[in-house]
């Protein structure tokens, strides 16, 4: 069960919504999220203004007097980048860019089963069997030491565009950073970096890059903006929270993918039915990006580029409809792992573990991450899952986390058990022997900090708000909230002790809820998507046995409930009416 929490944040929200010209429900939002009072107007208005300057970011410059000095010397450039949406994106980017500049550019998307992650030794080597000069990498190689020692030793230069976290070693307690020998290193969590906003995603380093690369060639700056709709599709689809230039920079690229000019994009929206003008962070993070993501799990990245960068309105549908095939593929996979993952916890009794360490060998190891993240969802643990690799003894996977638990960090404490090994503090992806995973399983478990209350869901409400507070003018106004996704979360209110006036079961299946709830003298329509099952089984146990058929069949009508809420307006044939969507519900008998 969660644990539902009130953020009690203090303000005179009176003055700041008259001030502001919204509700005073907007400005408690607003400050719940942390949003200073000098900040209101800017963050209600998000402009170009609001993304920071490129040259703060450490040795830009530099990496753009190199790509420079090789696009006038006429060498051949690669671009290394990865197989998911922030790599797919970053590497458009920065070939798109580089061929406006005239450079002689190709890119390599490792293949994820073939390769592994980014930039890799046997990488280096083809390049230099393809008469490669200068590598770029994007969404990689912070971590790539070996790789970039390799390319240096065939003279090559090297530039490495990167927003992962930076290797480390720990010295005498203090943490030392292993950067790759490369020529430039353009990623804002160097220590040494003075970038303000640390919490970009690959795609707008490379983006970034672009500004600088631009300006130094004489190209007009404001081009750069063409890629402004694929920085936004990217810090959506990397989960990177959306505060600071992150929210602005997706903000003003949804307007622009709402309209986008992109063939491949357009024809994406088009077969996954979105309307381009109702497109939202959700649908880029839940619909289109898993299709992206989607090729380089089963095939190979290279044809989500390919369909961005296409110029032919058959060839982008075409891609775009394998794309979205090759997800439904990834989804039955990732739906058959998961029912392997929960058999295993079941089975082998590691409901006790803080930390789920999984092996699960029959497993495609590019679902390991999905599988991963599904599982810690739906336990609020930590969870790593493992798969057999083509490497003979050796398993490799990944790790979904929760805000308690740095992935990354608490790896690095058991880091001599792996191969390899990198991430964020709530992603991370390792390789290891075979014969270690029970020791990792130990070690991780032995060496967590987590505590049972950092184990609890929690829920957090920023209002306890009537039903009868909610119109549609404060709706639409809260829209102006969005984008909504990590770090901007949708508004959620909560109310005790509210009368249902009826109820029923609704979906294919009967498996979801709808209701009508009294609120004052009237009555609003609630719609509930979670697990009815569970809720029936509540209502039996505070009401009496046999009370939820009651309840169904119109027999009692005494039920109340407490409830976390969403409110929406609902559009049906013009006419529009408010409805709330119940995100959490218990019985509520006084």
Avoid at 293 to 318: M, P, T
Wanted: hydrophobic share 40%; with cysteine; net charge negative.
């Amino acid at each position: 069960m969660s644990q539902w929490i009130l953020i009690n944040k203090k303000a005179d929200f009176t003055a700041l919504a008259k001030a502001n010209g919204i509700d005073r429900v907007t400005a408690r939002i607003m400050i719940n999220r942390g949003i200073a009072e000098e900040d209101f107007d800017a963050y209600l208005n998000p402009s170009l203004d609001q993304i920071r300057d490129p040259h703060d970011l450490k040795d830009i410059d530099k990496a753009a007097d190199l790509l420079s000095e090789a696009i006038d010397r006429g060498e051949k450039i690669r671009i290394i980048g990865d197989y998911d949406i922030d790599g797919i994106q970053s590497t458009y980017i920065l070939h798109k860019a580089l061929l406006t500049c005239r450079g002689r550019v190709d890119y390599v998307l490792p293949n994820r089963i073939k390769d592994g992650y980014g930039l890799n030794p046997h990488l280096v080597d083809r390049a230099g069997e393809d008469g490669i000069s200068c590598i770029i990498t994007c969404d990689n190689g912070i971590s790539a030491g070996e790789a970039v020692a390799r390319a240096k030793d065939l003279g090559m230069t090297v530039i490495v565009t990167d927003h992962h976290e930076v290797p480390f070693v720990l010295v005498d307690g203090k943490k030392l950073e292993k950067l790759p020998a490369a020529d430039a290193i353009v990623n804002p969590k160097q220590a040494d970096c003075p970038y303000p906003f640390k919490g970009i995603c690959g795609a707008v380093v490379a983006w970034k890059l672009v500004f600088v690369l631009y300006e130094k060639r004489g190209i007009p700056v404001m081009r750069a903006l063409d890629f402004l709709e694929n920085a936004a599709f990217a810090t959506v689809g990397d989960v990177m929270q959306l505060v600071d230039e992150n929210r602005s920079i997706v903000a003003l690229g949804l307007e622009r993918l709402r309209k986008t000019q992109n063939p491949g994009m357009a024809a994406l929206m088009r077969v996954r039915e979105i309307v381009p003008d109702r497109l939202t962070a959700h649908q880029i993070g839940f619909v289109l990006g898993p299709c992206l993501n989607a090729a380089g799990r089963l095939k190979g990245a290279d044809i989500s580029v390919e369909l961005l960068e296409a110029r032919d309105q058959k060839r982008a549908d075409l891609l775009a409809e394998e794309l979205a095939s090759l997800n439904e593929i990834r989804q039955d996979m990732t739906q058959k792992g998961l029912e392997a993952a929960f058999d295993q916890i079941r089975d082998r009794g590691y409901e006790k573990d803080r930390v789920l360490l999984l092996y699960l060998p029959d497993l495609h190891e590019s679902i390991a991450g999905l599988v991963a993240g599904k599982v810690k969802e739906g336990l609020g643990h930590p969870c790593f899952v493992l798969t057999d690799t083509a490497t003979e003894g050796v398993v490799k996977g990944s790790g979904r986390s929760i805000p308690p638990y740095s992935m990354y960090e608490e790896m690095s404490r058991c880091g001599d058990l792996m191969i390899g090994f990198g991430g964020h503090p709530m992603a991370a992806g390792l390789s290891l022997r075979r014969e270690n995973i029970d020791s990792l399983r130990e070690s991780l478990n032995a060496n967590c900090r987590l505590t049972e209350e950092d184990l609890i869901p929690k829920v957090y409400i920023d209002v306890p708000m009537p039903l009868d507070y909610i119109s549609i003018p404060l709706v639409r106004e809260l829209k102006r909230l969005e984008p909504f996704g990590n770090g901007n979360v949708k508004p959620l209110f909560a109310l005790r002790h509210v009368p249902v006036r009826s109820l029923r079961t609704i979906g294919r299946d009967g498996q979801y809820l709808a209701f009508s709830l009294r609120t004052g003298s009237s009555d609003m329509a609630g719609v509930y998507f979670g697990d009815s099952r569970a809720f029936a089984s509540a209502v039996d146990r505070a009401y009496g046995d046999g009370a939820w058929e009651d309840f169904l069949d119109g027999f009692r009508r005494d039920l109340k409930v407490r409830m976390v809420y969403e409110a929406q307006i609902n559009a049906y044939r013009g006419r529009e009416s408010l409805q709330v969507v119940i995100r959490e519900i218990e019985p509520d008998r006084e």
